[in-house]
């Protein structure tokens, strides 16, 4: 099934990509298989989260339970990675994702750990048909793998309360993008999978930002991600070259 096809019927699913992260299910959790990259990266993008929540919901960002309370999404959830934490920091998380070899991995996952998260096999679309509601919808690495940016922020965008929060992380469409991110990461390195990006579907801020706005959200903060080489870990920054991640505020009511 192409993209477009899916793009077509409405659908924001991109099947050759839920068949490629599918595949990789049973190692998810291994820090030092095809997802140790994503390991490395949970702490700068969970911490990212923590502080913009706590910031939104006048939270103290030092307390166990600084998320308590909060209903969170994590569309694209694969495993589990960071739905755990979040559900740790007090949170009342819903992971969903399209994959049922993602979502069976999460569960076995949570069942050993005694973590609590609302798995579902299901899409955005699915989810806002019903009325979902969320104070944090989180897009974490996944809008560079649906088959339609705009209709997935809009289906996201229906799910965020009023004075709630999106935040997307995400790659930007630049030629260091192409060189880090796909020829180093993919080809070099090998840190990820061969095809797990295509180059064509990275999102640039702008782009990001506009189909935001276009569905109601407002862009209230943004910031890049870096890898550091010497500390061996990942960290914000100013560059936006190639990762990066986005928040919005749902203004209405």
């Not at 944090?136 to 649906?146: D, G, S, Y």
């Not at 064509?200 to 990001?208: G, M």
Request: with cysteine; proline share 3%; hydrophobic share 45%.
């Amino acid at each position: 099934m192409s993209s477009n096809a899916s793009a077509k019927r409405g659908s924001t699913v991109d099947a050759a990509a839920v068949r490629h992260f599918s595949a990789l299910a049973a190692q998810w959790w291994d820090q030092r298989g095809p997802m140790a990259v994503l390991h490395k990266f949970n702490p700068v993008r969970l911490g990212f989260i923590k502080s913009a929540a706590c910031r939104q919901f006048d939270r103290d960002e030092k307390a166990l339970g600084a998320l308590a309370g909060l209903r969170i999404l994590d569309i694209g959830c694969g495993a589990g990675i960071l739905s755990e934490p979040l559900a740790r920091l007090g949170a009342d998380v819903m992971g969903a994702d399209p994959s049922e070899a993602n979502i069976a991995a999460a569960k076995m996952h949570a069942a050993d750990t005694g973590v609590i998260v609302d798995y579902r096999i299901t899409s955005v679309e699915a989810l806002a048909d019903v009325g979902e509601l969320f104070d944090v919808v989180l897009a974490m690495e996944v809008v560079e793998h649906v088959a339609d940016l705009n209709l997935f922020v809009k289906r996201c965008a229906e799910m965020v309360k009023p004075g709630g929060l999106m935040i997307t992380a995400t790659i930007n469409r630049t030629l260091k993008s192409f060189a880090l991110a796909i020829v180093g990461a993919e080809y070099v390195l090998r840190w990820l999978p061969r095809g797990t990006h295509e180059w064509d579907k990275f999102v640039t801020p702008n782009e990001l930002e506009a189909a935001l706005e276009r569905y109601g959200l407002r862009a209230i903060d943004e910031t890049g991600v870096i890898y550091n080489i010497l500390a061996d870990r990942w960290q914000l920054s100013n560059d936006m070259d190639v990762n990066y991640i986005v928040t919005a505020e749902n203004r209405s009511g």
